[in-house]
Structures are given as C-alpha cells and as structure tokens.
C-alpha cells in the first residue's frame, strides 16, 4: 500500500485542477484564507469520491432507499483511497430522547452496572433497603433465638375467601392442619368463634418448633426445620414467617426483594427496566422527556401593561376577549387603568384562573350594534389550554401561534428523572441512575475512581467499570468534561457534537482509516488545546490517516505536515498548493500563513486608551454551570468573554443578558433564566446579536432580501426608461409575486427529476431557462443587464457595477468588507455556512446608521478565519466602538484576546462551589493573576511572539 495519497486534477468549487499527495498516517492540517478550497479539498473531494465509491459498491437495491446520492465528484482520480469518515459540523440528533449517554453508549454500560450490582430502597419508604433473603439468613435468625423459645414457621395467605370453612377446605387439600388468623391459632376441627373479614390476616401454620441450640445441630431437627422453611416458601406468597409466640412477635422474610411495611416487591431487574424507549418503565407523564409544555403567567402578561393596554398578549389581537374581560373587571371591581403589576393577588387570580358565576355582557359590533346576553367567563390560561388541543387537529399555523407562549417545565411526576418511581429507587453506592447520569464527566470519573467495592462486586463490575471509565476519560480527553451524561443531544452545539463523534472514533480503534475534521478546535479554550492534539496523534499512530482543516496555531506546530492553499490563486486556472512541515513553512516568505506563524505578520490594533465610564451590571446570575455569578461589564469598549469550554459563558451572554436586552428594548418573549437584576441596561437603547444561527430557512430567502439591497436594486430597474414606459413598478422585479417571475418553475429556476438508485437531476426550467424571471420582465436592462443577470454577479463584481449608487454601494461595500466578496447576491439562505451567515449579520448592521448606543454581542465572530481575516475582523470591531458602540464577544482566539480593551475571565477550580470567582479587568491586570488559565495561554501566546 502506497504512503501518499494521491489526488489528481480536482476541480469542486474553488479548486482549479489541483493536484497533490497527501502523506498517510500522518497528522496532516489544511489551512488557508477564507473561500480558498480546504474544505473543497478535504470534504467535496477526499471524503465526497470515498462516499461515491461505497455506495457504487452497493445493490441496485440498497441504492433506490439512499435519499441522496452524491454526483460525480469532480476530480479526475484519486489513488489509494482508504475507508474516509468525516467529522464536520452537524448536529448529532434533534431526537428529544436521544442523549450523550446513548450517542457514546455508556447509559448501556450504566444499565448493565443497575441489573448486576445494586441496592433497592422502597419507593414509600426510603429508609428501607429490599433485598432477597436466602436460606441460610432465615437458619441465622433461628439460630440467634434464646433456648426454649417456642416459634412458628408461617406461610402467608394472600388469597381472599368467602367464609372461614372456605379457607379451612382450601389449606386440608394442601396437606396442613393448623392455621392462624392475625395471632390465633386454630385447628380445621376447631370452631372458630372471631369474626372473619376480608382484612383478616391469615397464614398456614407449617410448622411449630422450640429453639434449642443444641437440638438446632441435630441433623434430623436441622433437616425439619430447612424443609419447613422451603414448604413455607412455595406457599400463596413469596413470604414467610417466624412468629415468637410468648412475645407475638412477627419476623418476615421473602425470597424476593420486599419492603415488610407497604409489602413492595421488586421484580427481577433486567436491561429493559432502565430503558426509556419502552413504555412499560419509562414515566408515564412525560415518556422520558423529562418536561412538559404548560402556559405560565411570565409569558402570556406583560406585567408593565394594563389590561385595557393589551397587556394579554395572546388576546391582544381580540376584541372579543377584551370585552368579556372588561365586563368581568367592572363586576368584581378590577381597575383595568392599572399596570397588571399593581394588582392584588387575588384579582390576578380572578383573570388568570377563577370566576365562577355567570354575568352579562354587553358586547360591541365593528358596526356600532350592541348586543346583551349572559356568558362565563372562560379563564386565560384554561382558554389557552383548550386553544392548544383544538389547534392540534387544525391548522399548524395555530399551533405555532399558541406554542409561542407556551413554556418548557419539568415533569410533575418523576421531577425531570424520566423513568418510574420503582426504578429511581434502585442505587449503586447511593445513587440512583439519574443522579448517577446527571454528573459531569469530570465528577463521573472521579466517582468510578473512588468506589470502595468488595471482591465479589470487583469481579462481577470489573469489564462493566472499564468501558465505563474509558468512554468518559475518551470525553474529557476531547475538552467535554464539564458535560453531563444525561444532557439531550438537541441541546448540544455543533462544536459538542463533532467532538462527541471524535471521541466515540478513538475508542473503536479503527485502523487506516482516513480521518476528515473540520475545526476540532472552535469553541476550545486554549487550556484544552493539548488534550485536543493528543487524542489527533492518537488516531495517527494507530495507522490512521488525519486531516484536518484548521486555523489554530498550536493544532500547527503539533502537525506532521500543512498544506497551505495560498491566498487568491483560485482566481487563475489554476490553485497554487504547497505543502510544508512546520519548521519550512516559517521559512517560507510567500506563504501567508507562514508570515503570520513566523511573526513577519501579526494582528495587531492601535492601542488606545479607553477610560471606562459606565458598567452594565449582571446581579446574582444563575444557570446551568452559573452559580451565583456578579459580573461588571464595561459600556462603550470591546469586551472578550474567554472561559473554558463549558463554564457558562452563553448561558451568561447569550440566555441571560441578550434575552434580557432584548425583552426590555423590543417587548418579546425570551426565556431569561435566573438572575436577579440586570442594572444600567437604560444606558443603551439596541441590542444586536450576531450568531451563527440561519438567517432565513426558506429558499427563497437570499443574501440581497436580508440585507435590504434587492429594495434599492428593484428600485433601480423600477426607474429605467423601458420599466417607467411599461409601467413597471418595483414589484415586478420581485419573486415573490406572479407578474414578473417565472410562473412555471415560481422562481426556483430548476426542476427535479428523481432517479431512484441513480443521483436525482437538475434540469433547468424549460421556459425561463435559469433566469428565474418571465420574458417580459427581462427585457428591462439596466447598464445593458437584466435583473437576472444582475442577481448572478458576486459581491466584488456587484460593488464596481453599482458604484454610482450609494445605497446599494454601501451595503455591497460591507459585506465586501467582512470578506465575502466570493458570494452570489442571490445565494440562497439554507445554503449558507454558519459562519456565513454571522458575517451576513454583522454587514447587515454595519450597514445601518449607528445609535452610539448600541450594544454588539458577537459568539465566536473569528470561527474558520485565518490570521489575515482575523487581522480585519478586529479592525472592524474597534471600528464600531470608535463609533462609542459597546462590543461583547464571546471568544478563544488569542490574537483577538490580546487587542481587547477587557476581559471577564472564570477561574473553573470554583466550579463546584456554591458561587464562582470570575475575573474582570484589563488585559495588563489579567496577566498579574497567574491562577488564570487564560494568563497561561497569553504567556505561551507572547513567547511565541517574542513580545513580551
């Protein structure tokens, strides 16, 4: 098998038929400027013609059920391709059951561990251990009895019977004389005199004995009383009982795990008892969701509004209900002029909940026309609750309208645990299997270290604990260690899930394979670099091959080779690709990235001397791995916020200061978790927050319809002399009306031809042919160009078209200026990057007048950027707060850290502390706290630099 791999003359997207070899087995790194082909390279080339190929090899069959099959891929051949598997950036699973522990398998491992070593307490009484008693734990009992103690061995009876003759006929048939009713014993000659009910206890008596030690060793008497205790066993019930007699004293054993207060019996625990996908153990309520949906006052009333100022927003749009409620204020004397805050608690309830008598209303048409009739008065949140399960076999668009202000909460009966009551109650070393699943990685590890286990639970747990421990040392190993077992993969960002995937690869120990990740180290801290690029060699060394597509300095200097795709030669025929250990890539002084690596170039700011003025402060802020956090950020300078992973930083920025800012500024519903004031926030007047999150789903959502310049360019068109002859009005140029697209394809300009077990075609629009407009509609030109053509330029081109018009200048000038000058004016939204998509964003708003009173809370804006981009992502940042703008970012990048004006930090050793140390300040103060990991990571960064 050849060392190389070999790729020859591919030409997928940007590449212009490039050729290399790729050493195997080997950490390989693919780096590059924004939109030169790394990903083109390693994921629609390598991995595309991999996948090509597997599934060529498959039937004609297996094919015709694939959704999708990949085209052709555009390389003319690849040599020595090895099984490729591809680790980007996707979402593991919007499955709301599926969980870390069932993607990594470790809750198989867990539910081993329950079925084999555990402890059961009753789920009514608590301080009650079950657990089975055998023979020789019933002997001891006999055995510690005092001489001449006279005792009974009991069978219980569960049965019910009608008369006491009835039980007498029943017990004779099986073989016994003697039996007791609650604590009288009686003979079937016997007349029984007592009264029988159906709460009378009743046992068979099979056997009456005295203790004696010394009888006890006889063998006869030893044999007598063992077989007592066996007949007694396969009674009625699965108890039986030694009753004292001077002392009436009942003692009860059980072959199964038994409460002797409630009688609770556990059945035999098997694998299926733990599991959530069965209905049979998983909560009733919830089905192992863990939540339910419910209306919650927080999120139907804007407490700030009186009623009579709509201050019920789902009825705000009703004027029926607003009359009803009207009427039901003036009867029971409820100002409906007062802000909702300032009523009672009982007239509160009386609007949300609880009026019971019928009353009159006199209800007022659009027309003037009254009309009088009695009515009741259906309660907000009831009526919400009706609406929703109407809505349900109706129409979804009413279900979304309800949904809205509907909120998540926790499940009423297993509390958010998901499985029955019975089953939480079953422990491993006091703790069931929810508590167990509900600690980080980190506490998990350290509890399965520190299990005090007796020889018989080492050998039953021993390959039990070793997959266990492996599996989560494999999560730590990859910067996930503050993540719970338990958590929903739904609820994991994109960057969890890749490295969940990468850490589930290293421990099937795959061998020559080759590995494709895209950015493994987004969202890390540099703390966690290392255990990173360790677990990376790791795949390498077992004969795996890994590329990588990365920016990060350190995954680098740790790499066996890089591959550098040079800056701009895509725009020629062909690409210039070279490639490099580290230590010949800082000799080379045409490499981009080697200038950068080699500090010829840095990224660099002007240092200016903000004073601070204004703080916004977060007062007592709590969520997720937030504990009682205070924190100062200073208005009108740019803030980083670098913590490790998984110590709160969205929860603090994004869940609870952004939604705060932006119910207070715009009125609308986001969830604010638990905080106790956020102050100074009037000191700013917008909040804008740039995510990578879409933009718009729909197709026909584009580049040009978010950022407003399609307006300006219709406009434009709506005033050249053929359109102002025809009469054409801006409109026209739109696609979302009739008139001028193109009616047989409605703008999508292609048609769908599904192949079955061949790739689906494209074929394009027999009557538009690609245009997307009607034939009329494109005989408007502008500069000798139809809007058609127009919408095909890229943004470079697009800014020298329109340099005579500011507006559309302006626009296309800025998303020229935030380096996506390579992206069609019409690209449509769902096909855009996430980082794409944030770029989009932050033009869109550069693009807008500034307030000198805004705030920008940015998450991860230097994601996929190389150092030349950072370099103009940080020139626009302090651009804005120039412009006495207020700049938050969230961030790891350590060439944007060291040009902040401050930093909030955290220190993770207080992380399981009932409050967390967090610290802020400037950049010279953070480097005098060396307990910082971010200190660490700068000292490394400036040695590196050879500046400090």
Not at 323 to 340: E, F, M, R, T, W
Not at 524 to 534: A, S, T
């Amino acid at each position: 098998m050849s060392e190389l791999l070999e790729v020859r003359w591919a030409k997928t997207h940007n590449l212009k038929n490039v050729s290399i070899d790729i050493p195997k087995n080997k950490l390989v790194v693919i780096t590059g400027v924004s939109w030169s082909g790394k990903s083109s390279l390693a994921f629609d080339t390598i991995y595309a013609e991999w996948q090509r190929r597997y599934l060529e090899s498959l039937s004609t069959y297996a094919r015709m059920i694939i959704s999708s099959i990949n085209e052709d891929t555009k390389v003319e051949e690849i040599r020595w391709l090895s099984p490729t598997i591809s680790i980007n950036q996707k979402t593991v699973s919007s499955n709301p059951r599926s969980t870390v522990w069932t993607i990594t398998e470790i809750y198989d491992f867990y539910r081993l561990l329950y079925v084999h070593v555990w402890i059961q307490r009753c789920p009514n009484h608590p301080e009650i251990i079950l657990k089975k008693d055998t023979l020789n734990d019933v002997l001891s009992y006999i055995e510690e009895l005092q001489d001449d103690t006279k005792y009974y061995i009991l069978s219980p009876v569960e049965k019910k019977f009608e008369s006491i003759d009835d039980f007498k006929r029943e017990i004779l048939e099986s073989g016994f004389i003697r039996y007791m009713i609650d604590d009288m014993v009686f003979s079937i000659w016997d007349e029984v005199n007592i009264k029988f009910t159906d709460k009378s206890k009743l046992y068979i008596v099979v056997d009456r004995l005295i203790s004696n030690k010394d009888s006890n060793k006889n063998e006869n008497s030893s044999r007598r009383i063992k077989d007592s205790i066996e007949v007694a066993y396969k009674g009625w019930r699965w108890l039986l009982m030694i009753y004292e007699v001077d002392s009436k004293k009942f003692k009860i054993f059980s072959q199964d795990a038994f409460c002797p207060i409630c009688h609770y019996k556990l059945e035999n625990l098997s694998l299926s008892n733990f599991s959530f996908n069965s209905h049979y153990w998983a909560c009733p309520t919830c089905h192992w969701l863990w939540m339910q949906v419910a209306f919650l006052e927080d999120n139907i009333i804007n407490h700030k509004l009186s009623l009579n100022e709509w201050a019920i927003l789902p009825w705000s749009q009703h004027k029926y209900y607003i009359q009803i409620l009207n009427a039901v204020c003036d009867k029971y004397s409820i100002d409906c002029n007062l802000p909702y805050n300032k009523l009672n608690e009982k007239e509160k309830r009386i609007v949300l909940y609880w009026v019971p008598e019928t009353f009159d209303l006199v209800y007022t048409f659009d027309d003037g026309q009254s009309h009088n009739y009695k009515t009741k008065y259906e309660w907000i949140i009831p009526n919400l609750e009706r609406k929703y399960k109407e809505s349900d076999a109706q129409s979804e668009t009413s279900l979304k309208r309800i949904s809205q202000y509907m909120t998540e909460i926790v499940c009423s009966d297993c509390r958010g645990y998901r499985l029955k009551k019975e089953y939480l109650n079953v422990f491993v070393w006091d703790r069931n299997i929810w508590e167990l699943s509900n600690l980080n990685v980190r506490q998990s590890m350290e509890f399965f270290e520190g299990l005090n286990l007796t020889e018989t639970q080492k050998s039953i747990s021993k390959n039990i604990l070793k997959n266990i421990k492996e599996r989560l040392s494999f999560l730590a190993g990859v910067g996930l260690d503050y993540i719970t077992v338990a958590r929903r993969a739904n609820t994991l960002s994109w960057w969890e899930s890749q490295r969940i995937r990468l850490a589930t690869q290293i421990w099937t120990r795959l061998e020559w394979i080759i590995y494709i990740l895209d950015e493994p180290s987004i969202w890390l801290h540099p703390r966690d670099n290392n255990m990173l690029i360790d677990n990376l060699k790791k795949l390498s060394q077992i004969w795996n091959t890994v590329i990588v597509v990365e920016h990060d300095e350190d995954i680098m200097r740790e790499s066996d080779y890089i591959i550098d795709v040079w800056p701009w030669a895509w725009i020629h025929w062909w690409n210039i690709i070279f490639k490099w250990t580290f230590e010949e890539i800082l000799k080379d002084a045409n490499s981009e990235t080697g200038l950068y690596l080699s500090n010829k170039k840095m990224v660099t700011l002007e240092k200016k001397q903000r004073k601070i003025a204004w703080y916004l402060e977060i007062i007592w802020a709590e969520e997720n791995n937030l504990k009682n956090v205070d924190v100062k950020i200073p208005l009108w300078l740019l803030n980083v916020v670098t913590w490790v992973s998984g110590s709160g930083k969205s929860s603090l920025i994004l869940d609870i200061l952004s939604n705060h800012l932006l119910n207070s500024f715009y009125s609308s519903i986001h969830p604010v978790w638990k905080v106790k004031e956020i102050k100074w926030a009037h000191q700013l007047d917008k909040v804008i927050i740039i995510d990578q999150s879409p933009i718009w789903r729909t197709p026909h959502s584009n580049v040009a319809t978010y950022t407003w310049v399609f307006t300006h360019i219709r406009e434009v068109f709506a005033k050249s002399q053929e359109a102002i002859k025809r009469w054409y009005w801006p409109w026209r140029f739109s696609f979302n009306t009739k008139w001028g697209r193109c009616e047989i394809c409605e703008w999508s300009w292609v048609k769908k031809i599904e192949m079955h077990f061949l790739p689906d075609v494209y074929v394009e629009c027999e009557n538009c042919h690609w245009t997307r407009y009607n034939q009329e509609t494109l005989e408007v030109r502008y500069k000798w160009k139809t809007i058609s053509e127009v919408l095909e330029m890229d943004v470079e081109e697009a800014r020298e078209f329109f340099s005579a018009h500011p507006k559309i200048f302006k626009i296309i000038d800025v998303l020229y200026s935030v380096w996506l000058w390579y992206i069609k004016i019409w690209q449509s939204a769902p096909t855009l990057s996430g980082w794409e998509s944030q770029r989009i964003k932050l033009a869109s708003e550069l693009a807008k007048r500034s307030t000198s009173k805004t705030i920008y809370i940015l998450d991860e804006p230097t994601t996929w950027l190389h150092f030349n981009d950072v370099q103009k992502l940080v020139n626009i940042l302090d651009s804005l707060v120039d412009k006495w703008n207020t700049v938050l970012v969230i961030e790891h990048n350590l060439d944007l850290i060291a040009n902040a004006d401050y930093i909030i930090d955290i220190w993770p050793e207080w992380w399981d502390r009932w409050w967390e140390l967090i610290y802020v300040g400037k950049l010279e103060w953070i480097i005098k706290e060396k307990r910082s990991y971010t200190w660490e990571a700068l000292r490394k960064y400036w040695e590196h630099k050879k500046i400090s």
